[in-house]
């Protein structure tokens, strides 16, 4: 039986002042004994220096780090560049993403999805590193159809992916049926649940309205009756997620991935009160 796997996802510091509060917050989370810890990269490479500066300190500090890598308005030779320093230095765990065109690029660059960028990988590195991708249960917002998605996750799978993180749901039921669909596909590689903390309200509306996953309506219901009341938002928001990450797990899920905002206290009380 394959063992339950943690992560948790940072986004890289801008400011020393950051990278110091990150460290806190790290070394925090590290007394959960996490698989790993992944870090973004930002839209066309924008926070290269800041991800490969957070992925080192993590590894210095005896971590696993995982840095994302985003391949759209990228070239070959740029993102060969960025794999080469990544082994240099001893990383061997990736997770390749399309990810966004930034505003005012108006090429896509020589990838167009993140399949080319997986395949790409593995023709330059073979099996150097652990690839995750990334799985929609709720479905990619620019996919055309559900099982457009779907075909498009297998061709990720197909290309190399060893396995593959979600975008945060709050419905397991979404989650359950794209397991059961991937796998009747024939794709079997581990799906890990990520799973979004609930702090702040107009953040997480914002974040959901942009990359598609849905607030159920008695939820966003729930939280916009609180209003500005943060203590409300916090113990609803701790109570909603808990209940989740335990359905999750007892259904078969292979672990979780939390999306941490480089905060520690939220994911820290969720994993108390699942007893991990």
Request: with cysteine.
């Amino acid at each position: 039986m394959t063992p339950t796997t943690f992560s948790f996802e940072f986004f890289p510091p801008k400011t020393p002042e950051g990278m110091d509060k990150l460290r806190a917050t790290r070394d925090q989370l590290a007394r959960l004994n996490p698989k790993f810890f992944s870090v973004t990269f930002g839209a066309g490479g924008s926070t290269r220096d800041f991800s490969l500066e957070t992925v080192l300190d993590i590894q210095r500090a005896g971590y696993e780090a995982a840095p994302h890598l985003s391949c759209i308005g990228s070239t070959h030779a740029n993102i060969r560049a960025i794999l080469g320093e990544y082994q240099t230095h001893g990383i061997r765990h990736i997770v390749a993403l399309r990810g966004d065109l930034p505003s005012g690029m108006a090429s896509t660059g020589e990838f167009r999805y993140a399949n080319e960028l997986v395949e790409f990988i593995r023709s330059e590195t073979g099996d150097w590193f652990n690839i995750e991708v990334a799985a929609y249960p709720e479905y990619h917002p620019q996919s055309r159809s559900a099982r457009d998605d779907l075909l498009n996750f297998k061709r990720k799978v197909n290309a190399g992916a060893n396995s593959a993180i979600t975008q945060y749901f709050f419905n397991a039921d979404a989650y359950f049926n794209f397991v059961d669909e991937a796998a009747a596909l024939g794709v079997n590689i581990p799906v890990v649940p990520g799973i979004m903390p609930i702090g702040n309200f107009s953040q997480l509306a914002r974040f959901s309205d942009a990359c598609g996953a849905e607030i159920p309506r008695w939820m966003r219901k729930q939280l916009e009756g609180y209003s500005d009341d943060i203590d409300s938002i916090r113990a609803f928001g701790l109570d909603v997620v808990t209940d989740l990450c335990e359905r999750l797990l007892k259904g078969g899920a292979p672990g979780l991935h939390f999306y941490t905002m480089n905060q520690a206290a939220a994911t820290t009380e969720i994993w108390k009160r699942l007893g991990l």
